[in-house]
């Protein structure tokens, strides 16, 4: 009876196609919600495993999140390094990767970082070696794609974390050479340029001991498991804290707890420094992420009332082709159709409706995000893709085909009511 | 007896309607009803192929009273055993006229059969508006497409309600022809309703309905 039903489609096409197209857009606004709100939420969560807390300068704990650990805001400031001797020091303490920011090569970062910054975000080297000297770095995925670089090339950064950092602010006098490529990790890794905390302080003048000077004995407990930490990607150096000058800065730093109990003691115990704040990732991007909860829900409540209304109309639409029809719904029964077949024939032209509405959404809706993802490298910055499929999505098609069913239900009961002689009696 | 009206009658609330009458039809017969409009001969239709329910007296088709069998046995001895071609009401809106006659077959539970449907539709003289929709034909020529596809199904019982009034001279012999052919090629009985006088000579039996609704003459 499909054939039956795309003929009476067929049959009132600009009907049809109205309401396939109402209920595309509904479905597509679903799909361009969930897409955005899943990729943005996901990206956030790989981006800040590993990460207990970051301890940053005083400012917006929001914004300190946001520059440390997504690479999307500029940083509250810097931390002295005692700071990091000082976490490092704290048996609570299991990890803390310093970040030195500040440059940046064609939009991407550039990080000043540890070794152990790749393990936060399992990255692999896809080619070439891990950064050993100073002014050596290693790039993203994505970086190297877009950039075209490879190892032993030379580039120069820029002063400024934006992406449109002109080459006039360029540090010509200190060009950082490619040692390495990192596989793409789905993470923020991926657009970051990876070197030394030294390199960027070389960047800038700063003073401080060559890393091949020997440190000074720090005793420091966390030693042991820091160099464990870097492990084959280790270069041989002694700790930062124990090579830097006076007033050698971070930016801010990546703490990993050793136990539950430090998630209760350090932050408070941080942030009672005049100098420091200690931000919490997961309230931090909880907060962020519901800045947009109430515009996502409002989309969202807009969608739900567009599908409402696209129900609605292919409820009145085979309502009224039931009347105007119940002539031929007659005619058929007298041929011989069963009242089930014919009430399949309706049902079955609310369910194509809803298919075919659905399945252009989704098209509509991957689309939409995909291309807003490549016209807005922000978007793209936080995760955001049209590619790939949710399994969200099969509960929004089948609520499309629910609402297709729901909508033809009355009309296609129509027929059992039917008088076949009386409308078979009246004239065509 | 394929057919057998025993003093059947029904009324419709404002009082028309048709009998009573009794006549009978058997394998194979052909019979014209004549009689002028409102004289019930569509009501008589409906009756007979169960879609309206006797207020007296019996009809039996294939020897079972229609009306006395449950809706869904009552649907399948209409569906194996009768086509109808009705007054007004003649294909189904939105198929073609070759997509109409295709689904009749479908739903009267017979085979595919392109090269029947085209020889009907050739006999006809529509073969040409195979492919256009009910609307797109002309009255003359929706009635020769669902005189086709009642043919279609190959019925042991074939009514038909006024199917040459609105065809001319030419056109309403031809169908007249073609009924009786069919009918009397698949041993089909036929049972034609009209006021269309022009038909009384083809057929060998006609009966006069009268204005009453009951039988005012017959001519064997
Ligand atoms: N549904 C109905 N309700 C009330 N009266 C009806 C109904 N259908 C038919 N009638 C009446 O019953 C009588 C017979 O009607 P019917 O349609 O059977 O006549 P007919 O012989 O087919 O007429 P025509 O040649 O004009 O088609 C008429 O008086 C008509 O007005
Ligand atoms: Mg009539």
């Known amino acids: ?428 | 007896m394929l057919l057998e009206v025993g003093n059947a009658s029904y009324r419709h609330n404002g009082g028309g309607g048709v009998g009573p009458l009794s006549f009978a039809l058997a394998a194979g017969e052909a019979c014209l009803l004549l009689g002028p409009s409102g004289s019930g001969k569509s009501t008589l239709i409906q009756l007979i192929a169960g879609l309206l329910t006797p207020q007296a007296g019996t009809i039996l088709v294939d020897g079972t009273p229609m009306h006395a069998l449950a809706p869904a046995a009552r649907d399948d001895l209409r569906r194996r055993t009768i086509a109808i071609v009705f007054q007004s009401l003649r294909l189904v809106s939105a198929l073609s006229v070759h997509a109409n006659l295709a689904l009749a077959r479908k739903l009267a539970g017979l085979p595919a059969d392109p090269a029947r449907i085209a020889t009907l539709l050739d006999r006809l003289a529509i073969a040409p508006l195979a492919g256009r929709l009910p609307r797109e034909l002309s009255q003359g020529e929706a009635q020769r497409a669902a005189l086709a596809r009642a043919l279609v199904t190959e019925p042991r019982l074939l009514l038909a309600d006024e199917p040459t009034s609105a065809l001319d001279d030419r056109a309403a012999a031809a169908a007249a022809t073609l009924l009786l052919d069919s009918a009397r090629a698949a041993g089909a009985a036929l049972l034609v309703v009209t006021h269309d006088s022009r038909l009384r000579p083809r057929f060998p039996r006609a009966i006069l309905l009268g204005a009453d609704g009951r039988i005012a003459g017959a001519r064997a």
């Open chain 1, 1 to 428: 009876m499909i054939g039956l039903a795309l003929a009476y489609l067929r049959d009132r096409a600009g009907q049809s196609l109205l309401n396939v197209l109402l209920l595309a857009l509904a479905v597509a606004s679903l799909v361009a919600l969930l897409l955005v709100s899943t990729r943005v939420e996901d990206r956030f969560a790989r981006d800040s495993a590993g990460i207990d807390l970051v301890v940053g300068a005083k400012g917006s704990p929001l914004q300190l999140i946001l520059s440390a650990i997504f690479h999307l805001d500029q940083p509250t400031g810097n931390v002295p390094l005692a700071a990091l001797a000082m976490l490092r020091a704290d048996p609570g303490v299991a990890r803390a990767i310093p970040l030195a920011l500040g440059d940046s090569f064609r939009g991407f970062r550039i990080v000043g970082t540890e070794p152990a910054f790749l393990d936060l975000h399992g990255s692999r080297l896809a080619e070439g070696r891990p950064w050993r000297a100073p002014m050596e770095a290693v790039l993203g995925a994505e970086v190297a794609r877009r950039t075209g670089a490879a190892p032993g090339q030379k580039f120069l950064g820029s002063h400024g974390l934006g992406a449109d950092s002109g080459e006039a602010m360029a540090h010509d006098h200190a060009p950082f050479t490619v040692t390495g490529i990192l596989a793409p990790t789905g993470t923020v890794a991926d657009r970051l340029i990876l070197t030394s905390v030294e390199s960027v302080w070389d960047v800038h003048g700063i003073a401080h001991p060559e890393p091949s000077a020997p440190g000074h004995a720090h005793g420091d407990a966390r030693d042991g498991a820091h160099d464990h930490a870097h492990g084959p990607v280790a270069p041989a150096s002694p700790p930062l804290a124990a090579r830097a000058a006076p007033g050698a800065d971070v930016t801010a730093i990546l703490v990993s707890f050793a136990s539950p109990a430090a998630a209760i003691r350090l932050p408070a115990a941080i942030n009672r420094q005049t100098a420091l704040q200690a931000a919490v990732p997961a309230q931090e991007t909880a907060r962020f992420l519901s800045l947009f909860a109430g515009a996502i829900a409002g989309a969202r409540v807009l969608a739900l009332l567009i599908a409402a209304a696209a129900a609605l109309s292919i409820f009145t639409v085979l309502l009224a082709a039931a009347r105007t029809r119940a002539g031929d719904l007659a005619l058929l029964r007298v041929m011989g159709a069963r009242p089930s077949t014919v009430f399949g024939t309706v049902l079955l032209e609310g369910l194509l409706v809803a298919a075919a509405g659905a399945l252009l959404g989704l098209l509509i809706g991957h689309l939409a995000v995909e291309l807003a993802a490549r016209a807005f490298p922000a978007l793209a910055g936080i995760g955001v893709t049209g590619l790939g499929v949710l399994p969200a999505e099969l509960a929004i098609l089948a609520g499309a085909l629910g609402l297709g069913a729901l909508a033809a239900l009355l009309p296609a009961a129509a027929v059992f009511r039917a008088d076949l002689a009386a409308t078979l009696a009246r004239a065509h």
